[in-house]
């Protein structure tokens, strides 16, 4: 995700002491988590997800909810009782849990399901939910993006529940299968690819005005990435490096306007290529929605922009692109190497960060070192704001989007920053190209990051990453002993 400066700008986590005990069935129903500490009572103990086959139908109204099954395919890792998903904002039909119906409850964030039996561990789990989803707004979380014309997703952070029921945690990734059906004249695009049926390659099965359409995805992906837009829209299709699939989602009228825009991608991709390697997924994609909305987001394969960074001449060219690089960067940081916990966001914000200035740099004639020297003179007032980078402070009554504080962008970024500079340009670029094709299609941690880091230097580097990472103030930066942050306001 980019907070836009045009704007007020499984499996395996469980905090010390949480037990995977099994929940007895007289008990009351009760919100679950797996100890992330910013969000603690998203994700969920007990299980693993595998993969979602998720249906929606669309009736043509953006204020009406949607008819919805979520079918969740899961291995137990604990005896249950009890099963907890992550869901608000939608109206539950029905649950059945291996077949057999299933008692439920609501409690805060969460749908608490009792199975006819109790799952052992390492028992397949197949829950089928049906249910609505709401998309107009509730709580300052958004999942479901009001369009001019339709819909289209904004997950982050944790918002997925919002819409579908879930393991909301990017710890738990998981294959997904989206079949959308909409009235005729609307056009449904999702994460992925479209799944070919009777010859048609998406279109799959028209029924009197209506029209489905099912796309999968190739790779796993967590819940905040998935993305599904429905409105009256042109795809496009375009070829990347060595032949890979780009497809853009943009409102019909607007082709012209915007074409210029979409063509940048493939020269786009393959300059991220030169830094870290191939391109990790199947295809790829902008997403351009007719919307509001203060910020641009890495959903996997399909990253949702807003109209109008690419409609108002008020924004410079080398701006508009590397806003398109930050988001594109986050396909391989942040999609591809997911964050474990959410106090690991530095790694997905810094390094898109990162890349950004980069391709500023290089395309642009913006020297990095003069945004990072500038982020230096604030980083200080940065930490006091938002905490150190990978110990960000908790959300705020304003929302969970409220952690993507400054600290998590220029102030991660310089990090990176001081780290090639204490190691040096060639060992920085082998950790990146490393970090990425060890971590492929998983999670990883701070922790990895800097084990990784200290063995392809070939030192110990945690003292350097305790100070630059959670220190409450900011180190002097290697090879520049000038540089000075400014002081912190007392008010």
Avoid at 149 to 170: C, T
Wanted: aromatic share 10%; charged share 20%.
């Amino acid at each position: 995700m980019l907070l836009s400066s045009r704007t007020p700008r499984v499996a395996a986590l469980l905090a010390a002491g949480a037990s995977l005990a099994l929940v007895a069935a007289a008990a009351p129903a009760e919100p679950l988590g797996i100890g992330d500490r910013l969000f603690p009572h998203l994700g969920n103990p007990g299980y693993d997800v595998t993969d979602y086959d998720i249906s929606f139908t669309y009736h043509g109204d953006n204020n009406k909810p949607l008819d919805a099954v979520t079918r969740i395919n899961a291995r137990a890792t604990a005896a249950l009782e009890r099963i907890n998903l992550d869901f608000s904002h939608g109206t539950v039909r029905s649950v059945t849990v291996n077949g057999a119906p299933a008692r439920y409850a609501t409690k805060g964030e969460d749908l608490v399901v009792t199975p006819a039996t109790a799952v052992m561990p390492g028992q397949p789990l197949k829950i089928d939910v049906r249910h609505t989803s709401d998309p107009r707004p509730g709580k300052k979380e958004i999942g479901w993006l009001r369009t001019k014309d339709g819909l289209a997703m904004a997950n982050q952070a944790d918002a997925a529940h919002r819409v579908f029921p879930s393991n909301d945690h990017p710890s738990d990734k998981a294959y997904f299968t989206f079949r959308v059906t909409a009235p005729k004249e609307y056009t449904a695009v999702a994460n992925g690819l479209p799944v070919a049926k009777n010859g048609l390659p998406a279109a799959n099965t028209r029924q009197g005005g209506a029209t489905q359409w099912v796309y999968r995805t190739a790779h796993p992906m967590a819940t905040e990435l998935a993305q599904v837009s429905i409105g009256r829209s042109a795809v496009l299709h375009q070829k990347g490096p060595d032949g890979l699939p780009v497809r853009d989602v943009v409102p019909a009228k607007d082709v012209k306007a915007l074409k210029p825009w979409l063509k940048k991608t493939p020269g786009q991709i393959a300059w991220m290529e030169g830094k870290v390697g191939n391109y990790p997924f199947e295809n790829y994609g902008l997403l351009i929605a007719h919307a509001s909305t203060g910020f641009e987001l890495e959903t996997q394969t399909l990253s949702l922009f807003e109209r109008d960074l690419f409609t108002r001449s008020a924004y410079p060219k080398w701006y508009v692109e590397s806003i398109m690089v930050h988001e594109l960067a986050h396909q391989w940081f942040g999609d591809s190497v997911s964050p474990r916990t959410w106090s690991d966001l530095w790694l997905n914000e810094g390094h898109a960060t990162w890349y950004e200035s980069l391709y500023a740099q290089e395309k642009g004639e913006r020297p990095m070192v003069k945004r990072m020297r500038a982020a230096y003179r604030a980083s200080d007032a940065m930490r006091a704001d938002g905490g150190p980078p990978a110990a960000p402070k908790k959300p705020t009554s304003d929302g969970k989007i409220s952690i993507f504080r400054p600290v998590v962008y220029d102030g991660s970024a310089l990090v990176l920053y001081a780290l090639r500079q204490e190691i040096g340009a060639d060992a920085f670029q082998r950790l990146e190209r490393t970090w990425l094709a060890t971590h492929r299609d998983s999670t990883a941690t701070t922790a990895d990051f800097v084990k990784l880091a200290s063995q392809l230097a070939g030192r110990d580097l945690s003292g350097f990453f305790d100070a630059w990472l959670y220190g409450k103030k900011t180190p002097p930066m290697p090879g520049h002993p000038d540089w000075k942050s400014d002081p912190v306001s007392k008010h």
